[in-house]
Each structure stands twice: as structure tokens, then as C-alpha cells.
């Protein structure tokens, strides 16, 4: 897996850009189906699966997808929309949950000539007791196949594999791993308290990510 | 040579940025994906395979040798929909030992198989 890093220097450090994050200290995450506003079916589901894994690489306990799912859908509460601005309350009170994230897919398209995918994703973190938003990025990320060579002809010649490379659910992936790199580390990290001067990325940022 | 010097840089910085993982995951994402677009009999196997092989590897693999945050839990949930109650049920337990902030989400998930 490879970043292009884009804007290598950030300016401002995680303890400014998140100090609800480090004043609310959440250790267990509960993760809402995405809000799916793209035209792509598949984007929810995609998402949906591959969130708890960076969160966990985070230092947080993220409750597993499939557990939520039969939460969610038990209680009719699939459509994060209609949720994003209640009271979070409950989410504790049931389920113990610290905190919930929400991600709002704005669009997923494909771009044919460089064969890779372009997605527009939102990601917020709510305090459940507190209802403060504790993180919260946006980004355009184009994902692409390190197998591009720049050459739109060269490229038509490889295109079956590329294809394979940007699936779903490794577009999804590399967005979430890009996105939360600048996240503060949660508990069962080693840096746990102690990466508020490393440097926050930007909180509405586009860059292109290579697989 | 200059795309040797890029290669050399690329893989430079990659070293000293990326992280080492906290966890072993196997092929979690994919078989959970997988299982979840095709809801077989074989999707269902490998994805039991898969927990299996994080539990059996992770105290050897990644910085932290553990069980992943979540992994007994999503296994003895997918063994309690299998039909395979009782070792369904001592994942489960098995996640609140390991994870104590699970208790809740645990005895909620119990509560459905009771």
C-alpha cells in the first residue's frame, strides 16, 4: 500500500484541530450505516465493513460491523440521516458506546481514462454523551492503481488488472486508512495522549491515493 | 536512474512513515465483504476459517499480540447464527475478558440468541 502524500507540512497541530477528542478520551466506537448520497449502490456497504478495522489500527474498540447491523436493524435506525442530529444518549445507555461515527458518501464515480475512482466522503464523530462532534474531515479522493503509468493507451492494455485492484471495497479501505491517519490515537495505542503536537491534516482536502 | 532514485525515495519514505500494524487481520475485510454479497454456504466457511486464523495468529503478529478489538465477538456471532450455540456463546465471552468495554454490546447480542 502506498500514499502520495499531498501538502506534506501541516499547519495546525491534533490538539487544536481535535480538542473534544482528547478532552472526551472515547474508547469504544459504534459505527452508523453510511449516509449513501452518491450514485453508486455498493458504496454503503463498502464502507459500512471496512470502518471498523482503521479504527481499531487507531487504538479504539470499534464494535463490529455485523453486531451494529443487527442493532441498527432492530431498531429501525438504518437511515443514519435521520439520526445525525438526535441526542446520542441512547447509543451509551444500550450499548455502552463512547462515541458514533458518521460518514456521508457525496459521490463515488469512476474516471475510465485513468482508470480509477473518485469519491467524495464525509466523516464525523460524535460524543454519545456529549453530542459534540469530536472529529470531523472531508475529502476527494481519487484512488488509483500504482500500475498507472500516466499513458491513457498504455494503460487501456492492463486495464483487466486494474480493474480488479480498484474494487469496492479497497476503494473504501484506502479512503478510511488515508482519512484517519491524522485521527489522535485512542487507548490500546502506544501514543495514546501523547501525539497532540504531531500535525493534523487538513479538514477539507483532496489528494490521490495509489494502491 | 531517475525513476530507480524515485522507486529508492518512495520505498524511503514508506519505511519511515507507514506504521507497523497494532493487529493481524488476515483477510478479514474480504471475507466479510465477500460473505456479505453472497451469503453462502462456502462465503460462510471462509469467513469462519478467517476468524479462526486471526485468533490462532495474533499473539505472534502485529505489535500488540492480541485478538482484535471486535474479532471473538463477530466470530461468536457468526457461530450463534450458525446454529453452533455454546461455542458461539464462549467467544462471546472470550471478547468481554479480553475487552471489557464490550460488556454492553455483548449482552445486548446475547440477549437476541436467548
Redesign the interface.
Known sequence: MAFLIIGCSPKIDRLTAYPNLYNEKPLSIIVMPPINLSTKVGAKTSFYNTLTMPLAESGYYAFPASISMLFWKEQSAYDAELLIDKPMGVLNEMLGADAVLFTTIHSWRKVALTSSVEVEIEYLLKGALSDDVLYQRKGLLTVQSSSNSGSALADLATNVIKTALTKEVDVAQKCNEYTFQDMPRGKYSPLFGKDGTSGAGKKEFSVTVTQ | MKKHFLALL?IC??AS??PQ???Y?GD???A??DH??EQTESSKKVLLKTFEEIISKSKKKAT?KRV????Y??YG??LLQDGQLEKGMRMLEKEKEL?P?????VN??MS?FK
Open positions: 518512495t519514505l514508506l512513515c507507514a500494524q497494532m493487529y487481520w478479514y475485510n474480504k466479510v465483504y456479505q454479497k500488540r482484535p478489538p471486535g474479532i465477538a463477530d456471532f457468526h475487552y468495554e464490550s460488556e454492553q454490546m445486548y447480542l437476541q
